[in-house]
């Protein structure tokens, strides 16, 4: 057992437990399950952003510390103050996320693992008009997004 504590670069917060699925530690299975939420943020393409969310997750690991995640998240974003509308949305989303990673193992206790993938808001209650860039010309809507993480992990 462990407390998984990742840091979403584009502020977003994670604070999650992981629990091994059986006894073999090279190639062992993990399920996550998490809280997260994202401070307040001005985004040039859109508006003030915050979101509060859970999530549910699976890490596979392969004969090393090299491993793959699979998570799902489910939360109430929020926008205020919209770039072109000047109105606040709130909507559901559903976004779907895929990572590669490696884990170091710090201390006894202690371990360090980095992530790099990607993820997508799938489905949202309320959708608002996102833009291509600053110019607010081209609306694009949500798309796949690059996603880094530095987890850092407590085992107990």
């Given at each position: 057992?462990?407390?998984?504590?990742?840091?979403?670069?584009?502020?977003?917060?994670r604070?999650?437990?992981?629990?091994?699925l059986?006894?073999?530690?090279?190639?062992?299975?993990?399920?996550?399950?998490?809280?997260?939420?994202?401070?307040?943020?001005?985004?040039?393409?859109?508006?003030?952003?915050?979101?509060a969310?859970?999530a549910?997750?699976?890490r596979?690991?392969?004969?090393?510390?090299?491993?793959?995640?699979?998570?799902?998240?489910?939360?109430?974003?929020?926008?205020?103050?919209?770039?072109?509308?000047?109105?606040?949305?709130?909507?559901?989303?559903?976004?779907?996320?895929?990572?590669?990673?490696?884990?170091?193992?710090?201390?006894?206790?202690?371990s360090?693992?980095?992530?790099?993938?990607a993820?997508?808001?799938?489905?949202?209650?309320n959708?608002?008009?996102?833009?291509?860039d600053?110019?607010?010309?081209?609306?694009?809507?949500?798309?796949?997004?690059?996603v880094?993480t530095?987890?850092?992990?407590y085992?107990f």
């Amino acid at each position: 057992m462990n407390v998984l504590w990742p840091l979403f670069p584009g502020n977003k917060y994670r604070l999650g437990y992981r629990l091994a699925l059986h006894d073999q530690p090279a190639y062992r299975t993990e399920f996550i399950v998490g809280l997260g939420v994202s401070l307040p943020e001005d985004r040039d393409t859109e508006g003030r952003f915050s979101e509060a969310s859970g999530a549910l997750a699976m890490r596979q690991y392969f004969g090393s510390a090299w491993h793959v995640e699979l998570m799902v998240a489910y939360g109430q974003s929020r926008l205020e103050d919209h770039v072109t509308t000047g109105l606040d949305y709130r909507s559901w989303d559903l976004e779907l996320m895929g990572l590669i990673g490696y884990e170091w193992r710090l201390a006894k206790s202690w371990s360090l693992d980095l992530q790099a993938g990607a993820g997508k808001v799938v489905q949202k209650s309320n959708p608002w008009p996102i833009y291509e860039d600053d110019t607010l010309q081209k609306e694009i809507g949500e798309v796949l997004a690059p996603v880094g993480t530095v987890n850092l992990t407590y085992w107990f």
